[in-house]
């Protein structure tokens, strides 16, 4: 009897092997091949899994997006009780990749990144994912705002695109070198707190 192969644990596994190359070279120098290689099954395995080199790497997208997401939610699971702001500034901590832990991963999604400017459909799979982060950060900014009291209320929407961009940006200079992880969490905070003086 046949074994029973489990496609979606496959395409999982298959996924992380995209992301191990993915940080060891960047996206260009992912083939079909070295992907079988790095996760240990034949070429044919990955081509039932997927039908294309580009459909392979909109899954491990969209797979770095769910680990990405899964870990705001956990920490901010953790702590209820916290204010809307202190929620915020863990989810744009989340996002921006500082810890040493998520060098790898900042890597990997900087990869998609630069590959989403020539890929529609790696382009289409980070605007969704940037989409969902803008409307929880505008969710974030909104019920803080509320809270502050403040006399000229902030523009939810335009605050959330902007702390986005930034917390993106700040991935960028600690990978390249240009701010330690310190002095870019330094300018995510210190930013976040210039919403409410």
């Known amino acids: 009897m046949p074994k029973q192969v489990d496609h979606t644990s496959r395409r999982l596994h298959i996924a992380r092997a995209v992301c191990h190359l993915a940080d060891e070279r960047g996206l260009e120098?992912?083939?079909?091949?070295?992907?079988?290689?790095?996760?240990?099954?034949?070429?044919?395995?990955?081509?039932?899994?997927?039908?294309?080199?580009?459909?392979?790497?909109?899954?491990?997208?969209?797979?770095?997006?769910?680990?990405?997401m899964e870990r705001i939610q956990t920490r901010l699971v953790r702590s209820p009780a916290q204010s809307a702001g202190t929620a915020l500034g863990h989810?744009?901590?989340?996002?921006?990749?500082?810890?040493?832990?998520?060098?790898?991963?900042?890597?990997?999604?900087?990869?998609?990144?630069?590959?989403?400017?020539?890929?529609?459909?790696?382009?289409?799979?980070?605007?969704?994912?940037?989409?969902?982060?803008?409307?929880?950060f505008t969710r974030l900014i909104s019920e803080a705002d509320e809270d502050t009291h403040r006399a000229v209320p902030l523009d939810p929407r335009r605050e959330a695109r902007t702390l986005l961009a930034l917390a993106d940006g700040l991935?960028?200079?600690?990978?390249?070198?240009?701010?330690?992880?310190?002095?870019?969490h330094d300018v995510l905070h210190t930013h976040m707190a210039s919403l409410w003086d």
């Open 29 to 68: 120098g992912v083939t079909l091949r070295d992907v079988a290689a790095k996760a240990q099954v034949s070429m044919g395995a990955v081509q039932r899994c997927f039908r294309t080199k580009e459909e392979m790497l909109v899954f491990a997208l969209e797979y770095v997006g769910e680990l990405i």
């Open 91 to 136: 989810a744009a901590t989340e996002i921006s990749l500082l810890r040493k832990e998520h060098r790898a991963e900042a890597r990997v999604w900087l990869a998609f990144v630069a590959q989403a400017v020539v890929s529609k459909a790696l382009a289409k799979t980070l605007k969704a994912n940037y989409a969902a982060l803008q409307e929880a």
């Open 171 to 184: 991935t960028t200079h600690v990978l390249i070198g240009q701010l330690t992880p310190r002095e870019a």
